[in-house]
């Protein structure tokens, strides 16, 4: 039978995406994991795509197929801690919420992988603009977003009084562990030091 030019022609099946097409989400699982360990190990400057392939067991190409630099891939990272955040405490207390947040957060600063990353990437923040966005964007995302859902809990309450200053609040929430675990890189705070810290941050919320 003859096929006029015309008519339609059956169309050719898609075939299923393969290869580059197909990244497994196990191997940008592990790519993401060796991030954190290479920089604690090597910094941001001596960190490298090889390395991080090596440390991921993976080639160079898994890489390259998910990030163009490793600048890209550090800022996807760092984006990334933004949207999982901290868990928002809701015992119903200004005072608990501040000792719980105040736990989670010791702890997370003393982790052996975040007190030599957080400091690098704020070194490598002060030189480049783009780490320095993406930084902010996960404190403000991250801690901040916590901070704010405890303060309107504590407001909703009467803990605290309408009309409070609202960035000075966040500082007098986050600025003293900040100070303590990333600035001074200070020891293990002493027993009682947690328990004191939230006493005089829910006094000085209160005073706003």
Same mark, same amino acid.
């Given at each position: ?12 099946? #898609?075939?299923?995406p393969?290869g580059? *097409?197909?990244?497994?989400? $196990?191997?940008? =699982?592990?790519?993401r ?8 190990? +090597?910094? !941001? *400057?001596?960190m /490298? ?5 090596? #440390? ?7 890489v !390259?197929r998910?990030? #163009? /630099? ?7 990272? +760092?984006?990334a ?13 200004? $005072? ?5 947040? !105040? =736990?989670?957060? /010791? #702890? ?17 923040a ?5 780490i ?5 964007k996960? +404190?403000?995302?991250?801690? $901040?977003? +916590? ?7 504590? =407001?909703?309450?009467? =803990? ?6 609202h ?5 007098l ?12 890189r ?21 005073a706003?």
């Amino acid at each position: 039978m003859t096929t006029h030019a015309d008519e339609p022609q059956p169309r050719p099946r #898609r075939r299923a995406p393969a290869g580059a *097409a197909v990244l497994r989400a $196990d191997v940008t =699982e592990a790519i993401r994991a060796a991030v954190f360990e290479e920089l604690a190990a +090597v910094g !941001y *400057a001596r960190m /490298s795509i090889e390395g991080i392939a090596r #440390r991921a067991g993976v080639g160079k190409t898994a890489v !390259y197929r998910r990030w #163009r /630099s490793k600048l890209h891939l550090v800022l996807d990272i +760092v984006s990334a801690l933004a949207v999982q955040g901290l868990p928002a405490p809701d015992t119903g207390s200004l $005072d608990t919420d501040l000792r719980m947040l !105040y =736990e989670v957060t /010791s #702890r997370a600063l003393r982790h052996p992988v975040a007190s030599q990353v957080i400091p690098d990437l704020q070194a490598e923040a002060a030189r480049n603009p783009e780490i320095a966005e993406a930084m902010q964007k996960a +404190v403000r995302e991250g801690q $901040d977003g +916590v901070a704010s859902s405890i303060l309107a809990a504590a =407001e909703r309450r009467g =803990e605290i009084r309408a009309g409070y200053d609202h960035d000075l609040a966040l500082d007098l929430i986050s600025g003293p562990l900040y100070w303590r675990s990333v600035v001074i890189r200070g020891p293990k705070p002493p027993k009682g030091y947690l328990a004191a810290l939230t006493r005089a941050t829910a006094a000085a919320l209160r005073a706003l």
